[in-house]
């Protein structure tokens, strides 16, 4: 067991350097000095900012300086959302208990990462997976197709989401991801998964989608004025055309045409018109 030489006998040894190294000694020990009592004090500088930017070296660096390491569930949650998988293999290979919550998993599909995501899927005899209704709901809303497709066809992990999810893929116009959706079993168990609400026919972004859904299920197709009216205000008439030629109950108000006109519309305004439905 090796000991400590006194202070004294440290000092006596020092005095018999030359001037140049005695220097050197003393700044290499005031660096120290400096690390420890600065460095775990920057944010920047903590293994949780660290595995957010994924900083492997910093993270190496303030493991074997023998800083102080504090770290919590932000590392991976961050490393997660942020796409790092080269970090979340070093957490793993480190040993250390890995703190983490659902966030991890729910906005790595946020954000599309699938590489992530298929990271987590290959721990899971080590780990127990956290995820909700945000992780598919969230990759629908910004329209991260090829997560969704994952989460379908790769993961073989159980299917969390909400009726949002379906109702995200049909405004992005999404006719594919829509014909994928509906032949998951999933929707057959909770036929509230695959039923359109109101929003989800008065904000089709196009005629495809709006043939989809009268065409999948005809009992459950109900719109409110918004459908033509949002149409109108956004300058979308393929979807004004639509409704005119579907032979449904027409149904807008008169914030459909004011809409167009101050928006600058001239070609929605002139198909008012030639229309003739406004006159009805």
Not at 61 to 71: I, M
Not at 141 to 165: A, D, F, G, M
């Amino acid at each position: 067991m090796s000991q400590m030489l006194p202070n004294e006998l440290i000092e006596q040894i020092v005095q018999w350097l030359p001037p140049l190294h005695r220097f050197q000694l003393s700044t290499a020990f005031r660096f120290l000095v400096i690390q420890r009592q600065t460095v775990p004090f920057l944010e920047a500088a903590t293994p949780d900012a660290a595995s957010c930017k994924g900083q492997v070296d910093l993270l190496n660096y303030l493991k074997h300086n023998s800083l102080p390491f504090q770290y919590s569930s932000a590392a991976m949650d961050g490393a997660s959302r942020y796409g790092h998988v080269t970090i979340l293999q070093w957490w793993a290979d480190l040993g250390e208990p890995l703190l983490y919550t659902k966030d991890a998993m729910n906005w790595a599909s946020r954000n599309g990462h699938t590489q992530v995501l298929e990271w987590w899927k290959a721990q899971k005899d080590r780990y127990t997976l956290q995820y909700s209704d945000e992780a598919m709901d969230w990759a629908a809303e910004h329209n991260q197709s090829e997560t969704i497709k994952w989460w379908l066809l790769v993961s073989n992990l159980w299917i969390h989401c909400s009726s949002k999810c379906v109702d995200w893929i049909s405004r992005h116009g999404n006719k594919e991801l829509l014909q994928l959706w509906f032949k998951q079993p999933f929707v057959r168990w909770f036929p509230s998964l695959g039923r359109p609400s109101l929003d989800t026919i008065d904000y089709a972004p196009n005629a495809l989608i709006l043939d989809f859904w009268l065409n999948q299920d005809r009992a459950s197709f109900k719109s409110s004025t918004m459908a033509m009216d949002f149409a109108s205000q956004n300058g979308n008439l393929g979807v004004l055309q639509w409704w005119k030629d579907s032979g449904l109950e027409l149904r807008f108000t008169s914030a459909a045409i004011d809409g167009a006109r101050e928006n600058g519309h001239i070609i929605v305004l002139d198909w008012w018109i030639e229309s003739a439905i406004a006159a009805k």
